[in-house]
C-alpha cells in the first residue's frame, strides 16, 4: 500500500476502534528482527515508519507537553546523565516543592502559549507521605484548567500510584533509560526491576504510562535494541514514549561522552514508531542540539510529540516563537486534546502560528 493509500484508507479514530487492529499490536519482539529494523537502508526505515505512523495519526499532527520541574536538584539517586543528582557537581541550585499557587501560575502560562498537556517533575528517588497532599493537589487544580496532567516523581508504591490516579492524574513518566545490559553503567542505586515495578504499579492504577530512555550516553545499537524490545514487549505499550538525546551536562560523568551519529537518533525514532504504533513517540530532551532539518527527519521518522516552551527540567528548550516558526515552515499542527473542545485554548497556539507565519512573510518582504 502507498503513503497517500494508507493516509485516506480509514480514518484514525475508525482505526482506533477497530479491536482487530489493536489486538495486531505485537508484543513479542526479538533482538535480531528488531536489529534488523535498525539496520534498513535509512530510506526503506523511514518509509516503513511513516507508513505505520499514517496507519494511526494524522502526518501533521504533533502534541504538545509543557514541563515544569516542581522540586528541583539535591536528587540522592546517582544517574550518571543527570544535572540534578547530588553524586554530580553541575553547580545547580536545589529548590524545595514548589507551592501549588506557583504551580498553577506556570500552567496558566503554559496553557495561554498552547500545550495540552501541563508535565510535572520532581528529583526524587520517591514522593515521601508528607509530599504526596501537594502533589495531588497540583494535579486536581491543573486538571481543573482543562489540561492533560503528567507527573514524574520517581518510583511509585501500589497506593501511590493510586491517590494519583485518584487525583485524576493522567499520565505518569518513568522512564526505562536504556537497556537491562547498560544499565549497570548509568545508575546504582535503583534497579531496572524497580523501574519496571513502578511502570506495573502506574498500569495497574489506571493511568496512561510514558515510559522510554536516552539514547547518546556511549550505548552501542544493542543497547538501543534493548531498550526499544523491553518498551514495546510490555503487555500494553506506553501510551508516550519520550526518546531522548542526552543533554551533556558539565559536570556530570558523561559530559564528555562521544556525541551521537544524529542518523542513530533518528533510527532509533524510526524503529520505536514501528514497535509500539499507536504511541505517541516524544522527541524529548536534546531538540536545542538538533537543527530543524534533523527535527524534520524525526517527525518523519513516526515522533508526534514535544516538550514546548524554552525550559525542560533545569536544561534549555527551543524558544516557544522558535517551536511554532518550525510548525508553520513543516506545516504541522498541533495536536487537540482528545475529546475536549476547548476552543478557545487550542486558539492559543494557532493564533500564535498565525503570527508567526506573518512575522516570517514580514521578513521575507523585508528582504
Ligand atoms: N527523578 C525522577 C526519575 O528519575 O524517575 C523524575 C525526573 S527525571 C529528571 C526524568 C527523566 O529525565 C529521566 O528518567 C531521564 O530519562 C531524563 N533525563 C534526565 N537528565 C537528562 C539528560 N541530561 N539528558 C536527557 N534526558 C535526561
Ligand atoms: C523525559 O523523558 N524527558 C523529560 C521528562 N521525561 C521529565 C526530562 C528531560 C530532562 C532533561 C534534563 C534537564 O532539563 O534537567
Ligand atoms: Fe534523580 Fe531522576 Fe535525576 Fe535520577 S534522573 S538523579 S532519579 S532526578
Known amino acids: 500500500m502507498t503513503i497517500a493509500a494508507a493516509a ?27 536489529t534488523q529494523l535498525f539496520e534498513m537502508p535509512l530510506n526503506d526505515l523511514l518509509f516503513k515508519a511513516q507508513t505505520t505512523h499514517r496507519q494511526y495519526f494524522d502526518a501533521n499532527e504533533v502534541q504538545v507537553s509543557t514541563l515544569l520541574s516542581i522540586k528541583t536538584g539535591a536528587c540522592p539517586e546517582d544517574c550518571k546523565y543527570c544535572p540534578q543528582s547530588v553524586h554530580n557537581d553541575t553547580g545547580l541550585d536545589a529548590e524545595r516543592l514548589m507551592k501549588v499557587k506557583e504551580v498553577i501560575k506556570e500552567a496558566v502560562a503554559a496553557k495561554q502559549q498552547g500545550a495540552t498537556r501541563f508535565c510535572m517533575g520532581a528529583a526524587w528517588k520517591n514522593p515521601r507521605a508528607k509530599d504526596m497532599p501537594y502533589v495531588l493537589e497540583m494535579v486536581k487544580e491543573v486538571k481543573a484548567m482543562g489540561l492533560e496532567t503528567c507527573m514524574t516523581l520517581g518510583m511509585l508504591a501500589p497506593d501511590q500510584a493510586e491517590q494519583l490516579a485518584d487525583a485524576g492524574l493522567d499520565y505518569y513518566n518513568h522512564n526505562l533509560d536504556t537497556s537491562p545490559e547498560f544499565y549497570g553503567s548509568i545508575i546504582t542505586t535503583r534497579t531496572y526491576q524497580d523501574r519496571l515495578d513502578t511502570l506495573h504499579n502506574v498500569r495497574h492504577s489506571g493511568m496512561k504510562v510514558c515510559a522510554g530512555g536516552i539514547v547518546g550516553m556511549g550505548e552501542n545499537l544493542r543497547d538501543r535494541v534493548g531498550l526499544l524490545q523491553q518498551l514495546a514487549n510490555m503487555p500494553q505499550h506506553p501510551e508516550s514514549v519520550p526518546i531522548n538525546m542526552l543533554v551533556k551536562v558539565e559536570g556530570t560523568p558523561l559530559d564528555q561522552v562521544e556525541d551521537l551519529e544524529p542518523f542513530d537518533f533518528i533510527r532509533t525514532v524510526a524503529v520505536a514508531r514501528i514497535l509500539m ?3 505517541h513517540v516524544r522527541l524529548s530532551a536534546g531538540r536545542e542540539a538538533m537543527n530543524e532539518q534533523m527535527q524534520a527527519m524525526c517527525f518523519f521518522a513516526g515522533a508526534n510529540s514535544i516538550f514546548y516552551g524554552e525550559r525542560l527540567l533545569t536544561t534549555d528548550n527551543p524558544a516557544a ?47
Do not use: C, Y
Open 8 to 34: 485516506t484508507s480509514t480514518t484514525s479514530t475508525e482505526l482506533k476502534s477497530s479491536s482487530s487492529l489493536v489486538n495486531s499490536q505485537r508484543h513479542n519482539w526479538g533482538v535480531e528482527e528488531i
Open 277 to 279: 504504533p499507536q504511541s
Open 321 to 367: 516563537e522558535k517551536d511554532r516558526a518550525l510548525f508553520v515552515k513543516l506545516g504541522i499542527r498541533p495536536e487537540k486534546r482528545q475529546g475536549v473542545s476547548d476552543e478557545a485554548h487550542q486558539g492559543a497556539i494557532e493564533q500564535a502560528m498565525v503570527n508567526a507565519k506573518s512575522d516570517q512573510l514580514f521578513v521575507d518582504a523585508s528582504i
